[in-house]
């Protein structure tokens, strides 16, 4: 057989239990990865889990909250002395909840800047050292099309927090670089997942499915993403077909972004 793109590569991945974070486990298991789950739910990442190992593939989870950082070091403590290294960290996990500005509660707004920045920071400083002293890694971190490049009403916060990943994404890359290491980042458009169905009620719909439906129609290729497309793009990132591409971000939203008017 030939050598899988990812082929015993240790990679993390926060938020996997659902959503494009499992899309992107499942995606870095089938090109060979030994996948880390981080995630806060046990019953889905044991599930999930489970599905990889009966693939054939190693799997390991651990029920972690990206926001408080002992969490986060004990868990890659244990991710390393089991595995000897980490290859590839993803930064998925984030919450996106919608609300106008002015009802946001300062609770809410750090929830979201706990989770969205600030785990972001605690994993990555976490896992940096290894990947220094090894003089390899890859980090791809789960920015969004809202607030780098657009933004709705209600996702101001959601908005700021994933700006502020993009910034730092570009900042860190060029920190680590010398050391060998790229950090890149995805830019979502509209997938199909729990989050993006968890906003159609602030959209005015009934039915998760019919607002689904809708956004489907506005995206040029005719319908939202999938949990397999992003962990494709983030397989790319992740591997050596990606070696001279650091500090950027990547668009993957059916090209709805570039159109002016539907
Ligand atoms: N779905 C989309 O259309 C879309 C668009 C743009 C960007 N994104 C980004 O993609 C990523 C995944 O989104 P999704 O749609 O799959 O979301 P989702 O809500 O379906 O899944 C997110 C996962 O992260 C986990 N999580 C949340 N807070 C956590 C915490 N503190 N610690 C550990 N795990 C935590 C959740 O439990 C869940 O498993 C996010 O960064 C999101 O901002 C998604």
Do not use: W
């Not at 927090?161 to 910034?167: F, I, T």
């Amino acid at each position: 057989m030939d050598r899988q793109v990812l082929q015993d590569r240790v990679a993390i991945i926060t938020g996997a239990a659902r959503g494009l974070g499992e899309g992107i486990a499942r995606a870095m298991a089938r090109e060979g990865a030994r996948t880390v789950l981080f995630s806060r739910t046990v019953a889905l990442l044991e599930k999930l889990a489970k599905d990889i190992r009966d693939s054939g593939q190693a799997a390991v989870y651990f029920p972690v909250d990206v926001t408080d950082a002992g969490q986060v070091n004990r868990a890659v403590g244990e991710v390393l002395s089991r595995f000897g290294r980490i290859d590839i960290l993803v930064n998925n996990a984030a919450v996106a909840p919608s609300l106008p500005f002015l009802e946001t509660s300062d609770e809410l707004l750090d929830s979201v800047i706990d989770t969205n920045i600030k785990g972001v920071f605690n994993c990555t400083r976490a896992v940096l050292p290894g990947m220094i002293e090894r003089r390899y890694g890859k980090i791809v971190n789960i920015s969004s099309v809202t607030g780098p490049r657009v933004s709705n009403q209600g996702l101001s916060v959601y908005s700021a927090s994933k700006g502020a990943v993009s910034g730092f994404t570009k900042s860190i890359a060029l920190e680590v670089a010398e050391h060998g290491i790229n950090v890149n980042a995805i830019l979502p458009g509209s997938f199909d997942t729990p989050m993006m169905r968890s906003m159609a009620a602030s959209r005015g719909f009934d039915s998760e499915d019919a607002y689904i439906k809708e956004v489907g129609k506005e995206i040029p290729l005719g319908r939202l993403g999938t949990m397999d497309e992003a962990g494709d793009l983030a397989v790319f990132l992740a591997s050596e077909a990606s070696k001279y591409i650091t500090g950027t971000e990547i668009i993957i939203d059916g090209g709805n972004i570039i159109q002016e008017h539907k």
